[in-house]
């Protein structure tokens, strides 16, 4: 079990950066793989950026070149961990409410994941 708290939302105009943070806390922290996810009003949720427990990244093709997804450095036994995405150039369809999420694999079970999710961070893109 592992519980999600993201920082770093606000307001920015048109063109400006922001970034948001997530605190993973809970047990094996460090066996997770870590996202972002927005959803903007009327529209369905939405993948955003992903690194995995090697540090892999891979992002949504319209965030590519502008947004940045890292992490802390974690141990392997760490109660807690920090992971980032910087937004650079951002624009008014970036308005959305941000989500952090944190998964696993369930031993034995490849194909499912233990998946966990922060309650959400507004960011505000006005032009």
């Known amino acids: 079990q592992v519980n999600l708290v993201e920082s770093g939302g606000g307001s920015v105009q048109s063109g400006g950066s922001m970034r948001l943070a997530c605190v993973c806390s809970?047990?094996?922290?460090?066996?997770?793989?870590f996202s972002w996810y927005r959803q903007a009003p009327g529209k369905k949720r939405e993948f955003v950026a992903r690194?995995?427990?090697?540090?892999?990244?891979?992002?949504?093709?319209?965030v590519k070149e502008r947004f940045t997804i890292s992490k802390d450095a974690i141990s392997r036994d760490a109660p807690a961990a920090t992971f980032y995405l910087q937004m650079d150039n951002l624009n008014s369809g970036d308005t959305a409410v941000y989500l952090c999420?944190?998964?696993?694999?369930?031993?034995?079970?490849?194909?499912?994941?233990?998946?966990?999710w922060g309650r959400g961070t507004q960011v505000t893109v006005s032009s």
């Open positions: 809970g047990s094996y922290v460090s066996y997770h793989d």
């Open positions: 999420h944190a998964s696993r694999p369930i031993p034995g079970y490849p194909e499912e994941s233990y998946d966990y």
């Open positions: 690194i995995s427990t090697s540090g892999q990244t891979n992002y949504a093709e319209f």
